[in-house]
């Protein structure tokens, strides 16, 4: 039981190791980001005992949030 949030795109797969590191940014989007939203989302997640999950499958990429 959690929250889920889905997204199609035409990117490929993220890398999970990579999406909720600080200062990273994503090459696949090549735009201004500096890759701390991610980053911040997962420390408020982990602060309040939740985990987040990266999931890609058949051109959609999902969130979820669930008890720890």
Partial sequence: ???RKTNTSP?????????FQR???LKELQDNSNGLGL???KKII???H???????QNGTHTL?????
């Fill in 1 to 3: 039981k959690g929250i």
């Fill in 11 to 19: 990117l490929p797969a993220i890398d999970p190791g990579r999406l």
């Fill in 23 to 25: 200062l990273t940014g």
């Fill in 39 to 41: 980053a911040i989302v």
């Fill in 46 to 48: 982990e602060t309040h």
């Fill in 50 to 56: 939740l985990q987040i999950h990266y999931q890609w």
């Fill in 64 to 68: 979820e949030v669930t008890e720890g």
